[in-house]
């Protein structure tokens, strides 16, 4: 029977190595989830400075003063000649031009849509996360069977 105890250490070894591959990937891709998700949060947080902007300006009407960024951290001062209107990329350094209120409901609607993205991301990691911490149990479990 000394071949079947030898067999069951290998099919035990074989077992580890599978889950330790497995866990292996799984962190790999719980990192990558949690790389995006930190991502979308800044998308998000730059989305919501711009909308705020751009109401605050639409709220000034005219006598917007705005500091324009010239590069190296330095600004000018300028006057917004047209709160009416915004400058919009679209894609593929396109850009066309919209009006101030559908700019604002587009910038909303991207909002909404990056917080879709980041709660399915959100729960792509927990249950990635819950998954780790039950091949950590299983493979220490097996290890000390050994």
């Given at each position: 029977?000394?071949?079947?105890?030898?067999?069951?250490?290998?099919?035990?070894?074989?077992?580890?190595?599978?889950?330790?591959?497995?866990?292996?990937?799984?962190?790999?891709?719980a990192e990558a989830l949690r790389q995006q998700i930190e991502l979308s949060s800044t998308a998000i947080m730059e989305?919501?400075?711009?909308?705020?902007?751009?109401?605050?300006?639409?709220?000034?009407?005219?006598?917007?003063?705005?500091?324009?960024?010239?590069?190296?951290?330095?600004?000018?001062?300028?006057?917004?000649?047209?709160?009416?209107?915004?400058?919009?990329?679209?894609?593929?350094?396109?850009?066309?031009?919209?009006?101030?209120?559908?700019?604002?409901?587009?910038?909303?609607?991207?909002?909404?849509?990056?917080?879709?993205?980041m709660e399915n991301l959100r729960s792509q990691y927990i249950q990635v996360v819950s998954r780790i911490e039950e091949?950590?149990?299983?493979?220490?479990?097996?290890?000390?069977?050994?």
């Open positions: 029977m000394w071949w079947k105890k030898v067999s069951n250490n290998e099919t035990q070894k074989e077992d580890i190595n599978a889950l330790v591959l497995e866990l292996s990937n799984l962190q790999s891709y989305l919501t400075i711009s909308k705020s902007s751009l109401e605050e300006i639409k709220r000034r009407g005219g006598n917007a003063e705005v500091l324009v960024p010239i590069g190296a951290g330095n600004f000018i001062r300028a006057s917004i000649k047209d709160v009416n209107s915004v400058i919009v990329n679209i894609g593929a350094n396109v850009s066309i031009e919209k009006g101030i209120d559908v700019a604002i409901s587009d910038i909303e609607e991207k909002i909404k849509k990056v917080q879709s993205q091949l950590q149990v299983k493979i220490n479990e097996l290890s000390e069977k050994k």
